[in-house]
């Protein structure tokens, strides 16, 4: 499947929508009246500043023109069709982008009604396991089935003996009853313990809701860079903000107490706001950089509220805890904003040619904090390299997902085990680059390193986690990872795919899932 989308399509659709002629828009456009021709034709390439113009012109958003949000939909749809539910009903993948152009709503629909269909497995997956391991519903399931076989003994006897005198007849009776309201008993606690909250049916997933805000957005937020900005000289003018600023502004504007403690008063994260107190609780074993970024995220919490929840207001999450976490992300964006001033991070990162490492020493920040901040940088007119980024538990289970680049990120399952994010648990701490090929033979350039968190002694548990950032080899000459690979040589690139059900690579020995019909457009069983 092509990753274009036919850009020309839609401008020629909406200049005549809107009644404007082709020379009017070019015009406009500051183009020739041929080269608008060629452009409405899909026979030239078009982006940044002109597709800006054209798209103000056209007065529609110029992710609109794009197509980026057709390309997440066959993106998503592409994977939700590889699912083996679709098994006896296959969906050839040629037919998804005619599909979406004749019913987006539609699709739109059908993949909503897919995530519910989702979640709904993970509950019933959870449910069994809480049915095989929790004390309180084996117990309870165990008085179930004693309950039943002694009405289903009662019942026996009742059929099997016509004779009984109604003394026998009356006790039988009575135990009917009472194990009748028993088992009555246990079927409502069991159905009181596993109620979740007032939901007759599993909610959104929090973490999509909040994949669909930063996708909605392009992950970029102006009235969060632009409050950002303004806020930053107030905490210190000469621009550093460092921890100690960070902390004397904490101290002086709110009146907040700024504890450094011993990491054994911590139970997880290294961290504790207390807002009754209005203190921040760090631990001495907290890295600096982390320690920095969470006395940013607070001063966001005091003085930025209502600046997220503006931004909230206009999200489209149906549930609270979608809301919650969402409001946590944005806190976050607004930190790393604040931390990481985007006019003078962008040129650093130009000049540095994205070298994270020196990024890092730079800004005093950890590996993590400069990746997300790479994918932020999204304002029209002044973006940066179109990076996606990834970020994985050592089990595989994604944790953090957002392209820009073009890549399709998986968003129901595991990524393509030949990713560099799984390479790069092999040696933790080192920076893994790697050369990829995808089936429709886009290429990109993959960066990954492993992850080790913790703020305790020896023995304290450790968190593992590994971040990918990539951007297409259009982009190679600008990030210094790129130098030692042989992007010169198209044979040297690892033929990678998105996930096993949609990867037609049959020669792949990694393989765990058989290739749905869908991933190469054939229908066999149709």
């Not at 989308?5 to 404007?20: E, L, N, Q, S, V």
């Not at 940013?296 to 609270?320: F, H, P, Q």
């Not at 957002?402 to 390479?423: I, K, M």
Request: negative net charge.
């Amino acid at each position: 499947m092509s990753r274009q989308a036919p850009i020309g399509h839609r401008i020629r659709g909406r200049r005549k929508d809107i009644g404007m002629t082709q020379n009017a828009l070019a015009k406009a456009a500051g183009i020739s009246p041929s080269y608008l021709n060629l452009i409405e034709h899909n026979r030239r390439s078009i982006g940044g500043g002109l597709l800006m113009r054209i798209a103000a012109v056209l007065d529609i958003h110029p992710h609109t023109l794009s197509g980026s949000e057709e390309g997440r939909l066959l993106a998503d749809l592409s994977e939700a069709a590889s699912d083996p539910v679709f098994y006896n009903t296959p969906i050839e993948s040629r037919e998804f982008p005619a599909m979406i152009a004749a019913a987006p709503g539609m699709i739109s629909a059908f993949l909503a009604l897919y995530r519910a269909y989702r979640s709904g497995l993970d509950e019933v997956d959870a449910l069994s396991e809480r049915l095989s391991h929790d004390p309180f519903l084996t117990e309870a399931s165990h008085s179930i089935l004693t309950r039943i076989t002694s009405i289903r003994t009662v019942a026996e006897i009742f059929d099997d003996y016509d004779n009984l005198s109604p003394q026998q007849r009356a006790r039988f009776n009575a135990t009917l009853v009472k194990e009748s309201h028993r088992l009555a008993e246990s079927a409502t606690e069991i159905f009181n313990f596993l109620e979740r909250g007032n939901a007759g049916r599993p909610a959104n997933n929090p973490a999509e809701e909040v994949d669909d805000l930063l996708y909605d957005n392009a992950n970029y937020f102006p009235a969060l860079e632009d409050s950002a900005a303004r806020l930053r000289p107030e905490i210190d003018p000469d621009g550093g903000l460092y921890l100690t600023d960070l902390i004397n502004y904490l101290e002086s504007a709110h009146n907040i107490r700024v504890e450094r403690l011993p990491s054994e008063d911590f139970a997880t994260n290294g961290y504790h706001w207390d807002t009754e107190q209005k203190t921040l609780r760090i631990s001495r074993a907290l890295p600096i950089t982390s320690a920095r970024f969470q006395a940013a995220r607070t001063i966001c919490k005091l003085e930025a509220g209502d600046t997220v929840n503006a931004v909230l207001a206009t999200a489209n999450i149906s549930s609270e805890a979608g809301r919650m976490r969402a409001y946590e992300a944005l806190i976050s964006y607004y930190a790393a904003a604040l931390i990481l001033p985007y006019d003078a991070f962008l040129a650093d990162a130009h000049d540095l040619r994205h070298d994270i490492e020196l990024l890092q020493q730079r800004y005093a920040a950890s590996w993590e904090q400069i990746c997300h901040r790479l994918t932020t940088l999204r304002r029209p007119g002044a973006e940066g390299v179109p990076f996606h980024l990834i970020r994985t538990d050592i089990a595989g289970n994604i944790s953090k997902r957002f392209s820009a680049s073009g890549l399709q990120l998986p968003r129901y399952g595991g990524a393509c085990p030949r990713w560099a994010v799984h390479e790069a648990y092999l040696a933790p701490e080192r920076v893994i680059s790697q050369f990829v090929r995808l089936p429709d033979n886009s290429e990109y350039l993959f960066v990954a390193r492993a992850l080790r968190t913790g703020a305790g002694g020896y023995g304290t548990p450790q968190s593992v986690h590994s971040v990918m950032i990539g951007c297409d080899t259009a982009f190679a000459n600008e990030v210094i990872y790129a130098d030692a690979l042989p992007l010169e040589r198209p044979e040297s690139a690892v033929p990678v795919g998105i996930a096993c059900r949609q990867c037609p690579r049959e020669d792949c020995a990694q393989r765990a899932y058989e290739m749905s019909d869908t991933a190469d457009g054939r229908s066999s069983r149709a």
